[in-house]
């Protein structure tokens, strides 16, 4: 069988004594890389045979992982941090490997995901995993336009050097009064859980040169039924604005009428008319 084997995102001590007796008992660990995993397995003392198995060579790793499977070898596929096929390859392969009728067996552990909401202080009874947003700016706002109403907690991976702007497009998008979760460094020596409005977020974001150092989670609460009723007005408005004034004027206008942020109501506009700035 193949076994997916959770690692951990920054501290040793969170690989389960199950995932170490595991990676030491099989016949090979694929790797989505081999030098980095083959640090940790060196500490642990195991000496398994490693492969690659990264998102390049995936599809073609498929016919040897099912040879060995097929020859009653049992191997393991692990990441270079956290579970496999959250954001890392391994989901070609296991859809493969489910088609041919094998086991695939998990051997959870630490993601980034469970580990901010277990500590975010929000809601986490119900949530969306969102991964990465598209780098590309339009497409970011637009996959944050189509989250504003949503009233699950919303998690989202982020690259540091995109912090900034993420945090500026979400409190665009969802409204500045918004609560959320920056989780940095989780499990490391500079683990930073900072909680606030999207407004204050964006604001620590800009003034401390630690806040986009390292890995990042951000985890925005839903929308309440309140902010989305609003959000639904003051897209009425705006809708109803656009017909006779450009975007700008718009959003000044829908400001004083419905109290919203007129620079996100300008976006909004934007975003509503299909247009450019202007
Ligand atoms: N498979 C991993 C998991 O289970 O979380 C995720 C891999 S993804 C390629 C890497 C991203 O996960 C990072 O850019 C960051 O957003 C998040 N991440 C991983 N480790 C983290 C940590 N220790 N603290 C905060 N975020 C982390």
Redesign the pocket.
């Known amino acids: 069988m193949l076994y997916v084997v959770?690692t951990p995102?920054?501290n040793r001590e969170d690989l389960t004594r199950r995932a170490q007796r595991i990676l030491d008992e099989v016949a090979c660990i694929f790797c989505e890389d081999t030098r980095h995993s083959g640090k940790l397995l060196a500490e642990l003392g195991i000496d398994t045979p490693r492969l690659s198995l990264h998102e390049h060579n995936e599809r073609a790793r498929i016919d040897t992982v099912l040879q060995r499977l097929q020859n009653g070898e049992s191997c393991a596929l692990i990441?270079?941090?956290?579970?496999?096929l959250?954001?890392?390859p391994g989901f070609v392969l296991v859809r493969a490997l489910r088609d041919a009728g094998m086991r695939v067996v998990p051997v959870p552990g630490?993601?980034?995901?469970i580990a901010?909401l277990s500590a975010a202080g929000l809601p986490a009874d119900r949530f969306s995993y969102e991964g990465f947003l598209p780098a590309k700016s339009k497409a970011r706002r637009d996959r944050l336009a189509a989250l504003a109403n949503d009233s699950r907690t919303l998690v989202f991976?982020?690259?540091p050097h995109r912090l900034e702007e993420m945090l500026a497009d979400a409190a665009n998008a969802f409204g500045a009064e918004r609560l959320a979760c920056v989780?940095?460094?989780?499990?490391?020596l500079h683990e930073e859980f900072r909680n606030g409005t999207l407004a204050e977020l964006c604001e620590w974001a800009a003034r401390d040169p630690n806040a986009t150092r390292?890995?990042?989670?951000v985890v925005v609460g839903g929308a309440s039924s309140e902010s989305t009723a609003q959000r639904l007005y003051a897209d009425e408005v705006l809708r109803a604005l656009l017909e006779e004034l450009p975007a700008s004027k718009a959003a000044k206008v829908a400001s004083k009428l419905t109290g919203e942020r007129r620079q996100a109501l300008y976006q909004r506009a934007l975003e509503l008319s299909g247009g450019a700035a202007e």
């Open positions: 959770a995102i920054g990441s270079d941090a956290g579970t496999p959250i954001n890392d630490a993601s980034a995901v901010a991976y982020e690259a989780a940095r460094e989780i499990t490391k390292g890995e990042i989670v």
